[in-house]
């Protein structure tokens, strides 16, 4: 059985440029979630899909979107990048809408310059 | 709005010392509590849920609604419980609101 993945690890980026983020969940999940976690801080809900459709959103701008594809992996996507959207990325993974508890991936680590 | 406090930040104990993690929440209903944890350059991982009233690695949580509190706790500190603890809530899909953690250092 294999955990949740994301890709890349490291991404630094340019003010304005757009991002693309990538999750791998773990096999048998069919809901994902994203958090943003900024220096010091706990992570922060962004959203989650469930079955390839978005299914809860946090507090973030619709500059920050998403998919999930017929696998269950997913994609996190930032446009018009601020650099106070500097933070690591995590995913999680899970069956039945969290029910379960949710497996985290690693993060990727975004620095906006 | 739902919201997690924890106010330490960091907290320091002596190996098999009792060990005692706070968290606050506040929300509107009947919120499930979480217990994550991330020790060093691992991802974060469950340790605990209040539904389950599991024991896990020594440590457990009692939901006290009256007081809105879920405090993890431990009777004797070890050297490898020294990780970041976050709190967390949620509910209906699971989508979680996290407290901003506390930093555990058990002491050898």
């Known amino acids: 059985e294999t955990g949740v993945t994301q890709s890349p690890t490291h991404l630094i980026k340019t003010r304005g440029q757009q991002v693309t983020l990538r999750c791998s969940s773990q096999s048998g999940h069919n809901t994902v979630s994203w958090y943003q976690q900024a220096l010091g801080q706990g992570p922060q809900f962004i959203f989650q899909?469930?079955?390839?459709?978005?299914?809860g959103r946090g507090n973030f701008p619709p500059r920050f979107s998403g998919l999930q594809f017929p696998n269950y992996s997913s994609e996190l996507n930032v446009n018009a990048l601020e650099l106070d959207d500097s933070a690591l990325y995590l995913c999680?993974?899970?069956?039945?809408?969290?029910?379960?508890?949710?497996?985290f991936g690693s993060g990727t680590r975004l620095t906006v310059v | 709005a739902q919201r997690v406090t924890q106010p330490e930040k960091l907290l320091s104990v002596f190996k098999g010392a009792p060990v005692e993690l706070k968290c606050n929440y506040s929300y509107s209903g009947s919120p499930e509590l979480f217990w994550y944890v991330q020790y060093s350059r691992q991802r974060l991982q469950l340790l605990l849920r209040h539904i389950s009233r599991e024991s896990i690695k020594g440590f457990t949580a009692d939901l006290n609604k009256g007081e809105t509190s879920f405090h993890l706790k431990k009777p004797f500190a070890q050297e490898e419980d020294s990780a970041m603890y976050y709190c967390?809530?949620?509910?209906?899909?699971?989508?979680?609101?996290f407290g901003k953690g506390t930093k555990l250092s058990v002491i050898p």
């Open positions: 967390a809530t949620g509910a209906g899909s699971y989508q979680l609101t």
């Open positions: 999680a993974s899970s069956s039945a809408l969290g029910r379960g508890g949710y497996t």
């Open positions: 899909y469930y079955r390839e459709e978005e299914n």
